[in-house]
């Protein structure tokens, strides 16, 4: 991989990453293709990534097509796919971590141990083994983003975090590798959570509710549809410390089981 990153910068060529763990959906194709409008070459990485996912969850059964994967590669015209197996990435006596040890720490981070410290340790890999001038993240992992663009500058990778918005499906479920999971009820059900962000919004921009109100009132609408809440949290966009006022960038995230399958989403509100 690095040879061929190598190649097309001796011809002055700029790379975009798009990190994936596969199984791609038209929020990925949106991402190839912001990769595609600001490099000259894309490379796509397809690993599900053992070390981010905890001990109960569902890494064995996380869906994988590699072959309908290339191909949809290939039409969004990436110019390659860096699909390792976990023994390259990870050799038996493998022993180094990177982890961010501030904004990793709530929302996800919470009740997902060890998820963000395995997501740092596989991007930083990954932006080793393609050596891209710029990678393309998702607004979709509101924090994973967050985290990432810290590690990077942390770290002083020299590489420009490119941030794609989040794709929904036409009743506005975000997209998402895990929707497969879902029963036809559950899939009904699970759009209470975008729903309910999007009447979040109307509140904080036009209501009298305060913030706590609103985080109740989608809570409460997400429950009556049969969702169990992980968390609802409103957080500054940027630092992710909590958002008691309705001022700046505030990051409304949730996640909130389905049956087993554990979905998150968020919208940015901009309060003026
Ligand atoms: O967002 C994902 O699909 C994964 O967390 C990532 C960034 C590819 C790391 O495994």
């Known amino acids: 991989m690095q040879s061929f990153s ?5 011809k002055g060529k700029s790379i975009a990453v798009v990190p994936t763990m596969g199984f791609l959906h038209e929020g990925h194709l949106s991402l190839i293709d912001t990769a595609r409008s600001k490099a000259d070459a894309v490379v796509v990485t397809i690993f599900v990534n053992p070390t981010q996912f905890g001990p109960n969850e569902d890494f064995e059964k996380y869906p994988r097509d590699f072959e309908r994967d290339r191909q949809l590669c290939e039409s969004g015209k990436a110019d390659a796919v860096f699909a390792p197996s976990p023994e390259e990435m990870y050799p038996g006596n493998a022993s180094t971590w ?3 040890e501030d904004l990793s720490r709530g929302l996800c981070g919470k009740s997902r141990p060890g998820h963000f410290r395995g997501v740092t340790t596989v991007v930083a890999k990954l ?3 393609t050596l891209p001038d710029m990678a393309v993240f998702g607004q979709k992992d509101a924090q994973q983003l967050a985290v990432i663009k ?4 942390d770290l002083n990778f020299s590489l420009e975090i490119i941030v794609a918005p989040i794709v ?3 009743d506005g ?3 998402s590798s895990r929707n497969k999971y879902l029963s036809p009820d559950e899939r009904k059900n699970a759009l209470s959570i975008s729903q309910a962000l999007f009447s979040a919004e109307n509140d904080v921009k036009n209501s009298r509710l305060n913030i706590e109100e609103i985080i109740n009132k ?3 609408k997400i429950s009556a549809f049969g969702g169990k809440v992980d968390y609802v949290e409103a957080v500054d966009a940027d630092t992710l410390k909590p958002a008691t006022e309705k001022e700046g960038r505030i990051l409304l995230a949730a996640a909130a089981f389905f049956g087993p399958t554990r979905l998150i989403d968020n919208i940015i509100i901009d309060v003026k």
């Open 6 to 10: 190598k190649e097309l910068k001796k």
């Open 98 to 100: 990177v982890s961010e």
């Open 127 to 129: 932006f080793n083994a």
């Open 150 to 153: 810290r590690m990077a500058r």
């Open 168 to 170: 929904r499906e036409k």
């Open 173 to 175: 479920l975000a997209m």
């Open 218 to 220: 989608i809570k409460s």
